[in-house]
């Protein structure tokens, strides 16, 4: 990613977190604001919206790193990825997914992951086994 759109991003998450922090009497603005900097960076950037939602379940670098390469290898993280053979579909190609929201597929193949597998890396040990998880 060129420097000036890493900043671009950065600038503005850093503004979305500091609205919560400086203005807390007024989360509910602050909120919308970070949902839709979430949205832009799920769209133009899912691998970096994938990292920011791990965190929510305590993953870090190493599940990043198996995450890239279970989603890279079931979809490219391509948000429009079709599989022909099945209803599977989107970046984490769920059976079923019907959203073309980079943003909501990767968070219901994060729940699912850890539903089902407790974290990437197992999901990928299972995905290197079977070419499916």
């Not at 920011?52 to 390469?69: E, F, P, R, S, V």
């Not at 579909?89 to 959203?99: K, P, R, V």
């Not at 943003?103 to 079977?130: E, S, V």
Request: hydrophobic share 40%; charged share 20%.
């Amino acid at each position: 990613m060129p420097n000036r759109k890493k900043l671009k991003i950065s600038v503005i998450m850093a503004l979305a977190f500091g609205l919560l922090v400086v203005y807390p009497a007024h989360a509910f603005a602050p909120k919308a604001e970070l949902i839709q900097v979430h949205k832009a960076i799920a769209i133009n950037q899912p691998k970096t919206y994938a990292k920011i939602k791990m965190a929510d379940y305590g993953w870090g670098k190493t599940q990043a790193k198996c995450l890239n390469a279970l989603w890279g290898k079931e979809s490219a993280w391509n948000h429009l990825a079709d599989n022909p053979t099945s209803t599977a579909f989107g970046i984490a190609q769920m059976l079923g997914e019907t959203s073309i929201s980079p943003m909501k597929q990767i968070n219901n193949g994060l729940r699912y992951i850890k539903h089902r597998y407790g974290q990437p890396c197992n999901a990928w040990k299972f995905w290197q086994r079977n070419k499916w998880y």
